[in-house]
């Protein structure tokens, strides 16, 4: 009679999502595993047939700037594969269960299978948000109208730009963008570098994560560039060509009709969580996992990227904040904690930057930390102010305006928020906004501190300082 | 008989030298005064007829990027009146009485005088360093070889290098650039841009406050862009045209002669503190004055800016850090201070930046905090890494490269320097470090906090993020 103990399976973890965040993952799963000496199987599902796509970038796909999808693509899945990933393109994985530990995925081209986890992780990102009227009756996109969120987008987006390069849609040259964010400020200078007479229409603000006083100067500046921004309008009605089934006009609701030959949705995310929910897994009031500090949603399941809803570290509560650099990071913080890591997520204090670019036109627009309402709406005794400056000395061709907004608590002195509004080379200042925010350091730090200065970088009290010594001077 | 008593004396601070620290003392003197509601005197006495200079314009100005010496003076001596200050220009302080609170001046046109003082600000600044083979057995600089530190001295450069570009000096083709720092590098850029056949000596490498492993980088740079960079050379002899008196070559200390036309020097600067010593002041083994962290070096005496030593904040302990920035902070302190103010000088972390463009070549170059060599003296067990980055995602046009050294105490974990060099928009990213130096903060911090990204700026992993994180993973 034989005795053999049946061969040990080697543990195996599963992510559903081969994107920023569940690549991150995968990879730090298996370099941790590495190091400790273990085998360990990671197999990776994902449903398109794309893998670390830089989705922030396809704006400047659309405009020409960046030449091929390809280059979006941060690596292809051979490269995946090659690390040690078994990666399995063009599955939707459809069902998980955590109590036998499966998933069950299909593959688009048919054909269902189950794969065992012994640990698990969701990075299933986000959808684009679609309104009602974008949709026919059929459940399909309307013509012409389109999200930019993957690659697919990326696609549609460039063949529609491009055919009309080629002549070959000669008619096609007005752009409505609806949605005043970063995706559709981006969007707005790619349809205006490619010739299209755009037209941007935003329920609120040009950039309403912005305090109004900032978020003006970023619209006039967008409207200088070439940009009819329509501001505080929503969409009330589309025209469809009843022939083609092709967009032709919008109408707001101020009773203006846009025509148009397309219309980009650049409406934002929300949390891609339908798996997890059928799984019993909790969600958050704004639609995303609510991972603990070890991005834990349940033993031995983690979640990381667009799919989570994420900690602001000021406000002590969950918030949205779908970025692909919180993405990697969570991913790799997953990806350590999968095999026996206790890395934590510190939380996000809701920096973002942009810029528009377009006919002569440069402006810069950065945030981060709380915008006045924010503070205000958090307890704050909030002190704010602008400051205009210069990004170099007065005396240098490269001078560039900066308005600079600070906002403060007045009883503790702490800087609460920094906003920036200027031209080349003004926003990235805003990182040194977000250490000192980091640190939970004071407003009179910032003015003191030792940055930078010579004439072609900064002025000798650089701009953001400036705003901070003016600030300290007040309360 | 009359009993009527004398008229109470107005309170009155003379400052000593209208420069950065000194106009920045008066001015908030008297700022600080009219919001108390007090009326105060506010003399200072300035030997040269320049205020308020921008001394790091001056290599810009001399390759012609700025067009008049005019454009450098933040602030004419008229304005300065205009805000009530009683500004004598062209006299020379010549003798502090601390016991009688007078100061003894010469008008330079001749003639002496005294004034009397409640409150005394020094603001004396710094001499350029003089290396005897510069200097004539009268006492008087080498034709064609001057120092960069005045107004008086860019009317010189500018002169030379005007000259030469109208032809009336066809032979002057040639400079040398004595000393690798940041003004010998600036000026070696401004020399090539004005057509000299350009030769750098230092004394060890360019730019010898970054590690050797960054400023070989830095002198890669500055050769290709058309200099010949010689390090580990001092100047060993100077050959003087006995006809003219004009120089003719520099041998250095490693053998070569140096034929040229004009020698730049750019070898630093030391305090001038030959008013307090003779006041009986202390100072500091760097030759400065030794402030308290209110600015003050004795009962009712300030001093700021160039004159003084600065608190280094990372090792506490006096350094010398003459930039135009710590003077305008210190200046302020002390105006506060003069009029009743309690305010303080935090201290300095060694931040500094600068560039160096020419031939199509674009370097930039930053550090803030410890090197290698000084955290090791200071004690800490030092763990540092070099890693290669881009300003901006790799598919985007305006990616420049990166290089950011990183330092850190293994121990504590506390981040103890970065050094940055690289390409353009890549420098300025040093405030961000300097500001997790000012808030005492640790690697991991660096790596994980929420700095901006967006394709035209960073890659999604920062680049001083990836440096952070892979050291935070080694240590």
Chains 1, 2 share one sequence.
């Not at 570098?193 to 970023?218: H, I, W, Y």
Request: glycine share 10%; aromatic share 4%; charged share 20%.
């Amino acid at each position: 009679m034989s005795t053999a103990v049946p061969p040990k399976q080697r543990e195996q973890i599963v992510v559903i999502g081969a994107d920023a965040a569940g690549m991150s993952a995968a990879h730090q799963a298996l370099r941790s595993a590495k190091s400790a000496g273990r085998d360990i199987d990671v197999i990776a599902l994902e449903k398109t047939s794309d893998t670390s796509y830089s989705a922030c970038g396809i704006p400047y796909l659309v405009s020409g700037t960046v030449g091929t999808t390809d280059e979006l693509s941060a690596r292809t899945p051979e490269k995946h594969r090659a690390t040690g990933v078994d990666l399995r393109m063009n599955v939707t994985a459809t069902k998980i269960d955590l109590n036998t530990r499966t998933v069950a995925y299909a593959h688009n081209a048919g054909g269902e299978e189950f794969v065992r986890f012994d640990k698990l992780v969701l990075a299933t990102g986000a959808h684009p948000i679609i309104p009602e009227w974008a949709v026919t009756d059929g459940g399909e996109l309307v013509g012409g109208v389109h999200p930019v969120k993957d690659l697919d987008h990326a696609r549609h987006w460039l063949d529609l730009v491009s055919r009309r390069s080629r002549g070959e849609l000669a008619v096609r040259r007005r752009a409505v963008v609806v949605g005043g964010g970063y995706i559709g400020v981006e969007m707005a200078e790619a349809m205006v570098q490619r010739g299209f007479s755009t037209t941007l229409l935003t329920r609120s603000a040009v950039m309403s994560n912005l305090d109004s006083d900032m978020s003006e100067r970023v619209c006039e500046t967008v409207r200088a560039g070439g940009v009819d921004a329509v501001t505080n309008t929503t969409v009330a009605d589309i025209d469809i060509d009843s022939v083609d089934g092709h967009v032709r006009s919008l109408t707001g609701s101020n009773g203006q009709v846009y025509p148009t030959d397309v219309v980009v949705l650049g409406l934002g995310v929300r949390p891609s969580t339908e798996l997890g929910v059928a799984a019993g897994l909790p969600i958050g009031e704004r639609g995303g996992y609510l991972p603990n500090e070890r991005q834990e949603v349940a033993e031995g399941v983690w979640a990381a990227g667009d799919c989570c809803e994420v900690i602001d570290r000021i406000r002590r509560k969950y918030v949205l904040a779908p970025l692909g650099t919180h993405a990697n990071k969570q991913g790799r913080i997953c990806g350590y904690n999968t095999v026996g890591g206790s890395h934590e997520f510190p939380g996000v204090l809701g920096t973002a930057i942009t810029r528009f670019v377009s006919a002569g036109t440069h402006v810069e627009v950065a945030r981060t930390g709380l915008g006045t309402r924010e503070a205000a709406e958090a307890g704050y005794d909030v002190e704010s102010l602008v400051t205009l400056g210069g990004t170099a000395s007065g005396y240098m061709p490269e001078r560039s305006p900066i308005a600079t907004k600070i906002i403060a608590d007045r009883r503790t002195r702490r800087l609460l928020g920094v906003q920036i509004v200027g031209g080349a080379q003004s926003a990235k200042r805003i990182d040194t906004a977000a250490a000192v925010l980091w640190g939970e350091m004071s407003v009179d730090d910032l003015a003191a501190m030792d940055l930078s200065y010579a004439p072609p970088f900064a002025t000798v009290w650089e701009a953001i300082q400036l705003a901070a010594r003016r600030l300290s001077d007040r309360m």
